[in-house]
């Protein structure tokens, strides 16, 4: 059964299902999907820029993106859907950040592994020198 929660997107009470938002904001989501849709579907304006789709359609940009990075709409097919990298605002298509703020970030994430792999070799070297004095 489902429980009792606060819609995120209207703040009223409904029975939480398979949907964290309620009938009636589900509804107006999947109208606005609809209308973005079939804004975009038209050969012409399939190279519209975010900014684009939203003056067309009058659906927030915010909600544009949940669409494009739930996958909805992909950005294979409308190539300037992009939106900005949470960390640089460079213009991205999937997740949160860009390729070079993924990359500086993997290249931090090694420094910190190499770090850490520091520590155990010295307790293995140790290790390994007790067991050779028995
Ligand atoms: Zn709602
Ligand atoms: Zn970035």
Redesign the pocket.
Known sequence: MGELAN?P????V?VRTIRN??P??FKEEEKMFDKVYKFLRVKENRSATLQEVHEATGVPETTIIRFVKEGRLRTATFTNLTYPCESCGSPISAGKLCENCIGSIEAELEIAEREAKRMPQKERTYLSDVTKDR
Do not use: G, L
């Open positions: 819609c997107s209207c703040n009223k409904f938002i309620c009636e904001c």
